[in-house]
């Protein structure tokens, strides 16, 4: 079928006219069937031949592919039948399908693998392993693969990285990073990990300032290793984060007054570091700064000249549970097992075993040190400690960066103490510049031996010191209230053994020492006396119900600047006792006491005094009504050898020089 038209082309003033005819065939294409008109025109996109083998006796249309061993073919134009596939004026070679096809089925077999283990290893990403070649860009590709996929990392070398590497949201496990570049300033991290997990894992900062692991929220490290970073080893900033079994070997912080090894940073909470280990670091071990709910459970750090363990900057539920750090350099010394400093606050340290070694110039350097913490609990921990405090507590001065903070409430209970030559546990301001008293300290359940000053309580309101052992007080007080504020007790405690005097109140006021008991005092050698108590410028001391037995030689001495001190309802078990209050107080009474072997007439004096005789006991033994000195109404004798049919001994009816004695309590025969 054919159709002819006729047209007119104008071009200025000329004319041009002809036809043009359009007919249904064209020269080697079949018709249609049914006939109608169809368009052939040019087409943009390759098809493939069907069949897709190229046959010689075959017409292709332009643009069409076919192969040819093991090649891809594209025409150019309409291929006539006869026409080589070489030949190039018809025929352009495309590529090398079985190549091609070998890479496409490839990449399709890594694929299935890696879904069906899960992981990829950044081997069969061109990372080499070897420690010295830069892998960073062959690391960040697995990655971004891993990332896509939902895939796991693995490695099996060292890889030698030059910048950041960051990873979230994937697992990776057994890959160890060797940092290989230049040195950096501020906070830079070898390995940055958020939404992720790492196990088995390793960073080696070669000796050059990078932070080895910064770990992001939503993140858990598993037996991992942080080495020869110079800016710290793992540093947290972040909300749910665990960290359990890791380890961090020779690494330092740039800046010691705030960072730490193991660091937990401002903002961060719920922070878990278990079972971790820090060895020959320099700075602070585990540290929590203006974190909150971070708990170091478990955790060791031996041998750092800086604090082992550290919360401050307003840290807030801070817990070291079971923790434990040996410090044993002598001559570079400047920090403690663990301190609680600038306005940290509910702090929990519970079942921890600290040992500092040697002497240092610091009063900061002890075993724990409380500078400016409130709410703290020290609970079943042992210490030991050789030339400094086992614990201080004191307040920390405003200064550059903080405030100044009053430590308050805190509470030592069932703690072990093994310290020579300094105090067991000392409660001071310190600082003149912080005017006001430490406030609310308990002491109770705790074990003392064989220390020098047991307790040295030095402006603290509100002491409350019970139930605790004394054994062995060696060469100074058990405990000494100096300048001590007010509202201090003393109760239920045991002092045994004490070559000197237990309780010494020097410059305070307001002291309570009831219901302990004072066994086998010894004489100090060079005194003139060894009694329980000591007073000297102190003032409204409360000594009762108290039972003292064996060799003291007093009950209180007091100066003449010492006045208002209470003897009452105590049981004093000590034949060797020369006085009951000694020396020139003013004011007081005693009275309702119990005495076993004093002769009260030659044992008491001082200025102001109210002595109610009638109301205090007077019990001994001898084989006789006494026949000498004074005695008073109720005095007592007991026989010392009492037998059958006998009386029990004798009682004073009516006091005088030697009072009117009478035989009491008969023995059945």
């Known amino acids: ?117 899960g992981f990829v290893t950044l081997e069969e ?82 000796d050059k300032t990078v932070v080895g692991i910064k770990i992001g929220s939503n993140s858990s490290l598993r037996e991992c290793l942080s080495d020869n970073c110079r800016y710290t080893g793992y540093l947290i900033e972040g909300n749910f984060i665990d960290l359990m079994g890791c380890a961090s070997d020779s690494c330092t912080y740039k800046d010691v007054f705030v960072g730490g090894v193991y660091q937990v940073m401002s903002d961060s909470s719920f922070v878990r570091v278990v079972n971790c280990l820090a060895t020959n670091n320099v700075g602070k071990g585990f540290s929590a700064i ?49 301190k609680i400093s600038r306005g940290a606050r509910n702090i929990t340290v519970k079942g921890c075993d600290y040992t500092v070694g040697g002497t240092s110039g610091s009063s900061a350097v002890c075993g724990i040190y409380v500078d400016g913490g409130s709410n703290v609990l020290i609970d079943g921990c042992e210490i030991s400690t050789t030339g400094v405090n086992g614990i201080l507590v004191t307040n920390h001065p405003a200064d550059s960066v903080d405030p100044a903070t009053v430590s308050e409430n805190v509470e030592i209970a069932h703690c072990k103490f093994n310290v020579a030559n300094s105090n067991v546990i000392r409660v001071s301001p310190l600082d003149t510049t912080v005017s006001a008293y430490v406030k609310n300290v308990t002491i109770r359940d705790c074990m003392f031996e064989n220390t020098t000053i047991t307790l ?14 004394f054994d062995g007080a060696a060469t100074n007080n058990a405990i000494l209230l100096y300048e001590a504020g007010t509202c201090k ?87 060797s006792m020369v006085y009951i209050l000694r020396n020139n107080g003013k004011g007081g009474a005693i009275l309702g ?30 084989n006789a009504a006494p026949t000498d000195g004074t005695w008073q109404r109720g005095d007592r004798v007991y026989k010392t050898a009492p037998a059958a049919g006998e009386n029990i001994g004798w009682v004073c009816t009516a006091a005088g020089t030697p009072g009117t004695w009478k035989t009491f309590g008969a023995i059945e025969a």
């Not at 971070?294 to 604090?307: A, L, S």
């Open 593 to 622: 006491n119990v005495f076993k072997g004093i002769s009260i007439s030659s044992n008491i004096y001082g200025s102001g005094m109210t002595i109610q005789f009638n109301s205090n006991i007077n019990v001994s033994q001898n």
């Open 489 to 575: 007790t003393i109760s239920n405690c045991v002092f045994t053994n004490c070559n000197v005097v237990p309780i010494r109140c020097f410059n305070t006021s307001g002291a309570v020492i009831e219901k302990c008991y004072f066994k086998d005092g010894g004489k100090w050698v060079g005194a003139a006396t060894h009694e329980l108590v000591t007073l000297a410028n102190a003032d409204n001391v409360w000594f009762i119900n108290n039972v003292a037995e064996g060799g003291w030689l007093n009950g209180i001495t007091q100066d003449a600047d010492s006045e208002n001190v209470f003897i009452a309802f105590n049981s004093l078990q000590t034949p």
């Open 290 to 338: 203006n974190s909150s709910q971070v708990k170091f459970i478990g955790c060791k750090n031996d041998e750092t000249p800086d604090n082992a363990f550290y919360a401050g900057h307003g840290a807030d539920g801070v817990e070291f549970s079971d923790c434990s750090c040996v410090k044993t350099q002598p001559s570079s010394l400047n920090g403690s097992a663990l």
């Open 456 to 469: 040295y309580i030095q402006g603290a309101e509100n002491l409350d010191v019970r139930s605790c052992t």
């Open 125 to 206: 990403f061109g990372a080499v392993g070897d420690g010295r070649t830069d892998d960073t860009e062959k690391i960040n590709l697995a990655i971004e693969y891993a990332e896509a996929n939902s895939l796991s990392i693995v490695g099996y070398g060292v890889y030698g990285v030059s910048s950041t590497i960051t990873v979230s949201g994937v697992n990776v496990e057994g890959v160890s990073l060797k940092y290989i570049g230049a040195d950096q300033a501020g906070v830079y991290p070898v390995l940055s990990v958020q939404n992720s997990s790492l196990s088995k894992c390793q960073v080696n900062g070669n």
């Open 1 to 117: 079928m054919q159709n002819t038209q006729a047209i007119n082309v104008k071009a200025g003033s000329a004319v041009a006219t002809g036809s043009v005819t359009v007919s249904d065939s064209m020269p080697g294409v079949p018709c249609p069937d049914p006939a109608g008109y169809k368009y052939v025109g040019a087409r943009y996109v390759p098809l493939f031949a069907d069949p897709i083998e190229w046959n010689i006796n075959s017409t292709y249309e332009p643009l069409t592919i076919v192969l040819n061993e093991g090649n891809s073919y594209t025409s150019k134009q309409f291929v006539p039948v006869g026409v080589d596939i070489n030949d190039e004026t018809y025929w352009a070679l495309t590529g090398n399908f079985n190549a091609q096809y070998e890479q496409v089925r490839t990449g399709l077999k890594a694929e299935v693998k890696y879904r069906q283990q």
